[in-house]
């Protein structure tokens, strides 16, 4: 799925879609400006919220703070069976990968049923080791969020995967907080993780713009997962911080790539360019005869100097005298 070179790019659109309409139209602009996936939330409120009145923070659009039920979020998110059948479906119709979080067994069954390339285990059931071997057994390719957890959590989670030998695994380093704030986002935190697992990491992204997901991709990340919407002015937890439109999304997708094509290798070769730049900025012996410089070496080498062009080989002719 991911390719070497090449900065995969999926966008969120889970959190933000406003119902199975507004859920194709984002899919379709993911596709028109070059995403490589979209992804959603597949939840079922009643049972992941014992308490319905457990309360989330978040911020708006122009800058105000609001705090409501997660439970009441959440039912926004909610799409029925055959409209989630219908809108894999039609991302499959659009050559456009279609992955999904799921937080129950039966999820996990149904997108294994509907063709779901990729789910995700989301940060908060990290630490449930019968959610995650589950995914893994199913067998498709399976990512992480990390946020809110330690190392040793990460590693464990890793390891209840690889257990069941499945090893198509994306870590994604998921600064917590809607939106994150730039203290928190810890960046380095995917040079470590680049160190500990052999897996691709990711960086999903809750900042507003594109800032970060461009440090992200310098410091090598595989793929990044950015929240899409129709309206930044939607109250939610993650639509002031998220792309709007489809201009805006493509100036996403044409920074990354930008950033991607300039990453260049680790190696020092040399271009076309800077072989040919080479002759204008090194400097050559040049004698100097009745005040010109010429290129011609002859007679005492000591009455000329250094000058550009590099048109002769004056080290080499030196060694022979």
Partial sequence: MI?????????????????????????????????DAIKFQMVDP?????????PLTYGVHGGEEVTEPVYDILKQRVLEKSEWRSLRLHCHKLKLRFFCTATQTEEVDFLAEIGCQSVKVSSGDLNQKWLVKYMAESRPSIQIDTGNSTLG???TAVDWITETGNEDIIIHHCPSGYPAHRDGINLNI????????????????????WDMDIAAVALGVSMVEKTITEDRTIRGPEHMFSLEGPDEMLGFVNAIRTVEAAMGTTRRLMTDDEREKRKAGRRSYYPEWDGYMRPEIKG?????????????EFDKWLEKQ
């Avoid at 966008?11 to 139209?25: P, V």
């Avoid at 995917?190 to 713009?209: E, N, R, V, W």
């Fill in 190 to 209: 995917i040079t470590t993780l680049k160190q500990m697992f052999p897996y691709p990491i990711a960086f999903s992204d809750h900042t507003p713009g």
């Fill in 3 to 35: 390719e070497p070179g090449k900065v995969f790019i999926t966008f969120e659109a889970g959190a933000t879609h406003t119902g199975y309409e507004s859920a194709i139209r984002l899919a379709e602009q993911a596709k028109e400006v070059g995403a």
């Fill in 300 to 312: 005492n080498w000591q009455d000329g100097g250094w000058s550009r062009l590099s048109k002769c």
């Fill in 153 to 155: 959590e990460i590693e």
């Fill in 46 to 54: 009643d049972r992941l919220y014992a308490d319905k009145t457990t």
